[in-house]
């Protein structure tokens, strides 16, 4: 048993850890303090004055600008942040908190985990953004559905773009750098302590391959002082954030098609394929690089099959901001979307979601096509029955209601919250209590569907004229309109029916 | 179409090697192996061939995907010579044959690496002479060359490559380094090829001495 160590940390606080190497990183070594709550990872060169004042003001200022505000306590889900600085025998550590159990695989592969005895370990974005993986390694337990992981993405672009209001960027955004967990739709950004501010902290690396974005492949044999030599930040951010979104929930890179730049060398023709010659496999204009589905090795398709799930399956919000960092933004860093216009279409997708008829299919959900007869695109599975579709307007001034080009389905279970009754309400970390309980919720009856209210003391069926008091109900049906609350803001609902 | 990362290892087994250190060396194998299978990077890309050398050259393990690897347990003889230099020619011949090409329409293989064990000085001296101008030629994005024990001649290694990796005991702990250290080397390649152009080694765990 090797000794336990005990250090005062550079906040005061007591640490211990066992003086023996768990893990080993990149640039670090990592040991365990004896009750597991907190890890201790020493950087392997000696200590230096620079790094030790940037490590410092990550686990001092910039870890108040984000945990000292309103929602800290939510953020704490979402970041594995360092609190404290040590020094031990020449070396600096940086004192992080334990990994949730929820990122350890719990299955791990298939075949009881002796095919590749992953159980227990970190569960890395890297398995479940690859359709091989998918299909032949992982335990199905361990893979979640479709909504799952939208929930993973919005807690992803809910965790950077708290960075980047804060000044921060990431700076290395990647699956390394990211756990995520598929069953319950959790994800932490890990790794924090090589963040970056702008114009104080110099980036230590260029990224994750993958992840990296094409300005800074394309710069990345310049010198760091040229002026076109472009460094990570937070536009290279937005970048890998797309990538991240695009990969989970597509299980395919949005560059690595089939086109050749390069024949001669590998090295350079990757270069070219991130970099200077970057194009997205799904390109409206230019095809050159789209996936040969072809030559699609076993569990990759249907996912590698761009033409069986193109990005618009994703439904309209995402679609357009895909559009954006791919095809517009991917070599104008100026044009691609914030983590905050990803963090709200990722929002407004849940509410597009529906749950697939298909008992067997392995998504479970999939957004609303905006089709009379919406069918799954995983399974192809039709939907069954009346399907109500509630567009949402919210008023502007007294009695002028504009559209807020957002649309919720209907299904049993589904619930209308407080994010829906006002358009000023938008749910993310600061939202608390009692705004986060459901308002009202759904339900089927004789084949009709109704929404019953819980919650709303102003809800008003307008085309009828009549006030709906909490505890009642009111039926759904083409061209019914439903005041939610009438606030300035408040919303009315506009019924459209889709289905058989 | 996915880019490959062929891993040829090459293992000496001379009579020298019999006992703890062959032992070892499987046992070695196979935490490379269970390693390499937990990382989804290199369970991607990452194939393994491993040929033995002494008096005969044997590839006990053709090239195969990491997922699909059985090991063989490796065996010497009592006594025989350690043919180096013919081991590496058959190797150079399979590089030639296995490492898919670029066209202009599918992507081939990303260079391979070579990891060779020995822990003796190869007797046939003018084929290993004569071999060494074709490893450096076949591409390889690195070779790593590891001298094991006592009897073992670093300075015909640093003829083939600047990675040396000298191990002062043969027993199972050395070993066990030693692969594991291969095993970073080849996971951090298979996820960073394409960052950077020069393939850059992990440093080696303290307890192993690299030959400069």
């Known amino acids: ?500 | 179409m996915t880019r490959r990362l062929l891993t040829y290892l090459c293992i000496d087994t001379s009579g020298s090697m019999n006992g703890e250190p062959i032992v070892a060396v499987n046992a070695g194998l196979q935490a490379l192996l269970g390693s390499l299978r937990t990382n989804p990077y290199a369970l991607d890309s990452v194939h393994l061939s491993i040929t033995t050398f002494d008096s005969e050259i044997k590839e006990v393990l053709p090239m195969t995907a990491v997922v699909d690897v059985i090991l063989p347990e490796i065996v010497c003889p009592r006594s025989g010579a350690t043919l180096l230099g013919e081991a590496l020619e058959r190797i150079c011949e399979q590089v030639a044959r296995e490492v898919r090409k670029s066209t202009d329409t599918a992507k081939g293989d990303w260079k391979p690496m070579l990891v060779i064990l020995t822990d003796g000085k190869p007797t046939d001296t003018l084929a290993y002479s004569e071999v060494i101008p074709r490893v450096r030629a076949a591409g390889f994005a690195a070779v790593v060359a590891c001298a094991a024990g006592p009897k073992a001649d670093p300075t015909q290694l640093t003829r083939l490559t600047e990675h040396v990796v000298s191990l002062d005991t043969m027993d199972a702990a050395s070993f066990g380094k030693f692969f594991q250290w291969v095993s970073e080397t080849v996971s951090k390649d298979s996820q960073s090829r394409g960052s950077s152009s020069a393939v850059a080694l992990p440093p080696p765990p303290p307890e192993i001495n690299v030959v400069l």
């Open chain 1, 1 to 500: 048993m090797a000794a336990v160590v005990t250090l005062t940390a550079s906040d005061g606080s007591t640490v211990r850890f066992i003086d023996e190497v768990k893990a080993r990183g990149g640039v670090k070594d990592v040991m365990f303090s004896p009750d597991e709550t907190y890890v201790v990872a020493f950087y392997r060169g000696p200590a230096d004055a620079a790094s030790r004042e940037r490590l410092l003001e990550i686990t001092g200022r910039y870890r108040e600008r984000i945990f000292g505000q309103a929602g800290g306590e939510y953020l704490k889900n979402l970041y594995c942040w360092p609190t404290a600085v040590v020094e031990y025998a020449g070396r600096l550590g940086v004192v992080v908190p334990f990994y949730r159990a929820c990122f350890f695989f719990e299955h791990g592969s298939r075949n009881d985990d002796r095919l590749l005895g992953i159980r227990g370990r970190e569960k890395v974005g890297k398995w479940f953004a690859s359709p091989g993986h998918r299909a032949r390694f992982l335990d199905p337990r361990e893979l979640g559905d479709w909504m799952r992981h939208l929930r993973v993405c919005v807690m992803l672009a809910r965790a950077v773009r708290r960075m980047h209001m804060a000044g921060l960027s990431h700076s290395d955004l990647g699956y390394n750098n990211c756990l995520i967990d598929p069953t319950t739709g959790q994800a932490c950004l890990i790794d924090l302590d090589g963040l970056v501010v702008p114009g104080r902290h110099p980036p230590a690396v260029i990224g994750t391959p993958d992840f990296i974005a094409p300005e800074v492949i394309r710069s990345a044999h310049l010198d760091e002082g040229d002026p076109d030599r472009k460094l990570p930040s937070r536009t290279t951010d937005l970048h890998a954030l797309a990538v991240l979104v695009y990969m989970y929930l597509l299980y395919r890179h949005p560059l690595r098609g089939d086109r050749i730049h390069d024949p001669d060398d590998a090295q350079k023709d990757e270069e070219l394929t991130m970099g200077a010659g970057a194009l997205f496999v799904e390109h409206p204009d230019d095809r050159s690089n789209r996936i040969r589905a072809e030559d699609l090795r076993p569990g990759e398709s249907p996912w590698k099959d761009t033409r069986r799930l193109p990005y618009t399956i994703t439904g309209p919000y995402l679609s357009a901001l895909f559009e954006r960092s791919f095809v517009h933004g991917l070599h104008e860093p100026a044009l691609r979307p914030t983590a905050d216009e990803w963090e709200t279409a990722l929002v407004k997708t849940v509410d597009l979601l529906q749950p697939c008829a298909n008992p067997a299919c392995e998504q479970k959900w999939y957004p609303f096509d905006n089709s009379t007869l919406p069918r799954c695109p995983f399974c192809g599975t039709p939907h069954r029955g009346k399907l109500p579709v509630l567009n949402l307007y919210s008023s502007h001034e007294k009695g002028r209601f504009l559209s807020d080009k957002h649309r919720v389905m209907v299904y049993d279970g589904q619930s209308l919250f407080r994010w829906h009754q006002n358009r000023f309400i938008f749910p993310n970390e600061k939202l608390s209590g009692d705004d986060t309980r459901r308002v009202g919720y759904f339900v089927a009856h004789q084949g009709d569907w109704y929404l019953v209210n819980e919650r709303l003391s102003g809800m008003r069926d307008v085309s009828a004229g009549l006030d709906i008091p909490i505890g009642a109900r009111v039926l759904l049906e083409e061209g019914a309109r439903i005041l939610l609350s009438p606030e300035l803001g408040g919303r009315l609902l506009m019924v459209q029916m889709a289905g058989g």
